[in-house]
Structure formats: structure tokens, C-alpha cells
T-cell receptor, first 110, second 115 residues
Framework: QKEVEQDPGPLSVPEGAIVSLNCTYS??????FMWYRQYSRKGPELLMY????GNKEDGRFTAQVDKSSKYISLFIRDSQPSDSATYLC??????????FGAGTILRVKS | NAGVTQTPKFQVLKTGQSMTLQCAQD?????MSWYRQDPGMGLRLIHY???????DQGEVPNGYNVSRSTTEDFPLRLLSAAPSQTSVYFC??????????????FGEGSRLTVL
């Protein structure tokens, strides 16, 4: 069993929809959690970082962490075609190693 | 700003050949790392370094060597290429501990095919 599970999709939504992306994990020692966005043929880039349970909002993006359920989510409001990308969750215990999910492909149709 | 630069972008090798993937960053980051990305597997850590002269293994280190003689450069060596090493390789760096910001700066990737 993988430490971090993420549905690979693809997830296809119309422009303007609310998107929900999720990851579950098995290692209760994970302390910090991230979402990365990766456009085709590019390297990933950090979208959101959280260190504790609860919600964190940045513009149209909200990251949610539930440590008791070992579940993290990324919500995208008013989705745009430019949001079409692969979204990778990542998490870490110490400061030197990250464990990534397999990534969810998102397609936003105009 | 160049950021993280990887070369080559594409490479085809025959089984048993060796090669080095180059990675350079101009942000004065102490932390550097190599990941491989395979369909359905996500990014998996191969090796990482927290500073010049210091390297350590990640999740999938077998078949790869690294060294860190300068802050800027972190080359990844494939000793004897195998078809299982066909993948997209990413180099990434960070200024601080990942626990502080979670921010890795990635290069654009090197696509390697081993025949």
C-alpha cells in the first residue's frame, strides 16, 4: 500500500465549477502538507503549504487538512481553463524528504 | 533568473551505458534533490543533499550516484542504465528546510529512455 493515495483522474469540469481534489495517507507522522501544480512538460510548482489541521485560503484556492482522518483536500473555486494541469499532493515528516501522491489530472472546459 | 537548470532535456541510452544528468541552481540554495516521475507513481525521491559535501539516499537510490562538490551543482549519475530507469527526472532545490515552507523549486525535467 502506498503511503499517499491520490485518484489519478482525469477530472473534467466546465469553466466556473468548484473543483475538489483529495489525498489520503497512512503515515500519522506526516507533519506538513502541500499541493503542487504541474503543467504539461514542466516541473511542479508549489501552490499551497499547510502545517496544521484546518483550512488555508489563497485567492480561489483553499487547502484543507484533517489529520484525524488522514485526509487532505484542495478546492478550486471559479475554475478556469488555465487551471488545467496535474495537481500533486505532497507531505513530509522531517525537513528533508517529501512523499508525493501520483497526481490528479484536471481538465477545465471552456 | 535561471532558477534550476537541467541538462540534457532528452536522452536515449542503450542498456548498460552510463551517463550523467546535470543540475545547476543559481539561487544559493543549500538543499538539492533528484526525483523521478513515472506514470501512476508520482514523484519519488532518489537522492538529496543538504549542502556541499553532504548527500543522502531517498526512496529509490539503487542504480544512481550523486556528489555535491559545490553549492550550485548536483549531478546524478546512472552507472549502468537499465530499461527500468526510463523516466522523467527532476532536479529540485530549496532555500530552507522543507518543513518551513514546503517549497521546492523544480527544473523542467530530463526525459530519459533506456532501450
Amino acid at each position: 500500500q502506498k503511503e499517499v493515495e491520490q485518484d489519478p483522474g482525469p477530472l473534467s469540469v466546465p469553466e466556473g465549477a468548484i473543483v475538489s481534489l483529495n489525498c489520503t495517507y497512512s503515515n500519522s507522522a506526516f507533519q506538513y502538507f502541500m499541493w503542487y501544480r504541474q503543467y504539461s512538460r514542466k516541473g511542479p510548482e508549489l501552490l499551497m503549504y499547510t502545517y496544521s489541521s484546518g483550512n488555508k485560503e489563497d485567492g480561489r484556492f483553499t487547502a484543507q487538512v484533517d489529520k484525524s482522518s488522514k485526509y487532505i483536500s484542495l478546492f478550486i473555486r471559479d475554475s478556469q481553463p488555465s487551471d488545467s494541469a496535474t495537481y500533486l499532493c505532497a507531505m513530509g515528516v522531517s525537513g528533508n524528504k517529501l512523499v508525493f501522491g501520483a497526481g490528479t489530472i484536471l481538465r477545465v472546459k471552456s | 533568473n535561471a532558477g534550476v537548470t537541467q541538462t540534457p532535456k532528452f536522452q536515449v541510452l542503450k542498456t548498460g551505458q552510463s551517463m550523467t544528468l546535470q543540475c545547476a541552481q543559481d539561487m544559493n540554495h543549500e538543499y538539492m534533490s533528484w526525483y523521478r516521475q513515472d506514470p501512476g507513481m508520482g514523484l519519488r525521491l532518489i537522492h538529496y543533499s543538504v549542502g556541499a559535501g553532504i548527500t543522502d539516499q531517498g526512496e529509490v537510490p539503487n542504480g544512481y550516484n550523486v556528489s555535491r562538490s559545490t553549492t550550485e551543482d548536483f549531478p546524478l549519475r546512472l552507472l549502468s542504465a537499465a530499461p527500468s530507469q526510463t523516466s522523467v527526472y527532476f532536479c529540485a532545490s530549496s532555500k530552507t528546510s522543507l518543513a518551513t515552507t514546503g517549497e521546492l523549486f523544480f527544473g523542467e525535467g530530463s526525459r530519459l529512455t533506456v532501450l
